[in-house]
């Protein structure tokens, strides 16, 4: 977990990894939570060292898109290679990276 600062707005970022996905999840969970009991800030998700994700990383990341939403809190997804795009956005995943996707 990084804190950055882009464009005047704190955000928490976690990054999702083959190798150690589930415990890259329960960090996903934990930032989330973290950024939800603050009130400030936004969560990104770098994606870019998944080769295709699971069920789970899709699951997960639509939990956090969701629980973000509620609080009014910004999510994105960033770094999805161009194979998994198409399948991110049809589920509901805002991407970022100004077009890099």
């Known amino acids: 977990m990084t ?8 955000a928490r970022s976690t990054t999702l990894r083959e190798a150690s996905l589930t415990q890259d ?3 996903l969970r934990s ?13 990104v998700v770098d994606v870019s060292d998944l ?4 069920s789970s990383a ?10 973000c939403a509620r609080a009014g809190v910004e999510f994105e997804v960033r ?14 995943l805002r991407l970022g990276d100004g077009g890099r996707q």
Request: hydrophobic share 40%; proline share 2%.
């Open 79 to 92: 770094g999805a290679r161009t194979s998994n795009r198409d399948v991110l956005r049809r589920c509901g």
């Open 3 to 10: 804190a950055i600062d882009e464009s005047a707005t704190y």
């Open 31 to 43: 930032t989330v939570a973290d950024v939800l009991l603050s009130h400030a800030g936004r969560v």
């Open 25 to 27: 999840l329960l960090g």
């Open 51 to 54: 080769d295709r994700p699971s």
């Open 58 to 67: 899709v699951a997960a990341l639509l939990w956090a898109k969701r629980s």
